[in-house]
């Protein structure tokens, strides 16, 4: 099966700084990859995500890059702000209905003023 | 607001218990996704359901089971509790069998005593 990881576990930056968050997946047959926030006492929340038909996408501070031959993709986080501190999760999903979303450990994001 | 509902927010029961948590999903969601996050495993597929019936399996134990209903509310059903099925569970729903976005419910947290 999918297997994901994620790096690094804590990540601590200064405001307005930019944070990166790396993932690797293993499945080739992998196709869509969500980027959830999670806010402490909260459920996950989609912020960002990509298929595997296009190399990059942004939404305002947010965007994700993705490199199919390497089997890897990133959140990059610029400008960031404390209210960016959560855990942040990748995942992948392989092709097919009967296939399930695969998440990373999470990295912790801290941003301190 | 993801539009997902998850009750009871708490749970606090014994081990040796049984205990049935509820879901709805977001309007005109056919997939729902049961999660189960615990500090040392993260967020791990338990089940899948479609339009009520099972879709996929993932690492759920034989002491759990779920359902899909009529009006597309699902149920985890959790029996024989141990200490260890402490968790937070989370639901989730998407629009499409595969490779659908899925938001997250707020969660039901377990304490197993």
């Known amino acids: 099966g999918e297997n994901v990881e994620q790096h690094p576990s804590t990540l601590s930056v200064q405001e307005g700084d930019s944070a990166v968050i790396k993932c690797t997946y293993s499945?080739?047959?992998?196709?869509?990859f969500p980027w959830y926030k999670q806010e402490l006492g909260k459920g996950p929340q989609l912020i960002i995500d990509i298929r595997s038909n296009v190399g990059e996408k942004k939404d305002q501070r947010i965007a994700v890059t993705l490199n199919k031959t390497a089997k890897h993709f990133s959140l990059h986080i610029t400008e960031t702000q404390p209210e960016d501190s959560a855990v942040y999760f990748c995942?992948?999903?392989?092709?097919?209905?009967?296939?399930?979303?695969?998440f990373g450990t999470g990295t912790r994001l801290q941003v301190t003023l | 607001d993801s539009g997902v509902t998850q009750t009871p927010k708490h749970l606090i029961t014994a081990t040796g218990q049984r205990v049935t948590l509820r879901c709805s999903p977001r309007?005109?969601?056919?997939?729902v996704y049961w999660y189960q996050q615990s500090l040392d495993q993260g967020l791990q597929f338990l089940i899948q359901y479609y339009n009520g019936e099972e879709r996929a399996k993932g690492n759920i134990l034989e002491r759990f089971s779920a359902q899909q209903f009529p009006d597309l509310h699902s149920e985890l059903n959790l029996s024989s509790l141990e200490l260890g099925d402490s968790a937070l569970y989370f639901c989730?729903?998407?629009?499409?069998?595969?490779?659908?976005?899925?938001?997250f419910g707020p969660g039901t947290r377990l304490l197993v005593l």
């Open positions: 989730a729903s998407s629009d499409l069998a595969g490779t659908g976005t899925q938001y």
């Open positions: 995942a992948a999903f392989p092709r097919g209905t009967a296939s399930k979303l695969t």
């Open positions: 499945d080739s047959a992998s196709n869509y």
């Open positions: 309007s005109g969601d056919l997939s």
